[in-house]
């Protein structure tokens, strides 16, 4: 069974920095496109950050840009979310996922979802 799964999320005080892991359980999701979302308690899952399957080609939602940074190693089947700069607001359960369209923002085009992992921040 295919399974994607976080870890590297926790409480930490408002700038400073984490860095998510998202471990693929198949080597054939090298050639997928990966992403970060995010979902804060009452609201929508919401698009943080996207790379293509070499690695070449990422995408930030705006509030992110320049804090965080996306980047994978398809040898150990990995993608990982650099958080620099953290803010409160950035408190969230954060879900990697992994799907067949580069550089989509669009939940729908992700095909595989681990379980999340939770990021505080705390003012």
């Known amino acids: 069974q295919v399974q994607l799964v976080e870890s590297g999320g926790g409480l930490v005080q408002a700038g400073g920095s984490l860095r998510l892991s998202c471990a693929a359980s198949e080597r054939t999701f090298s050639r997928y496109t990966k992403g970060w979302f995010r979902q804060a308690p009452g609201k929508e899952r919401e698009f943080v950050a996207t790379?293509?399957?070499?690695?070449?080609?990422?995408v930030y939602t705006n509030s992110v840009k320049g804090r965080f940074t996306i980047s994978r190693d398809n040898a150990k089947n990995t993608v990982y979310l650099q958080m620099n700069s953290l803010k409160p607001e950035d408190t969230a359960v954060y879900y990697c996922?992994?799907?067949?369209?580069?550089?989509?923002?669009?939940?729908?085009?992700?095909?595989?979802w681990g379980q999340g992992t939770q990021v505080t921040v705390s003012s």
């Open positions: 790379i293509s399957w070499s690695g070449g080609s990422t």
């Open positions: 996922a992994a799907g067949g369209l580069e550089g989509s923002r669009r939940k729908e085009d992700y095909d595989y």
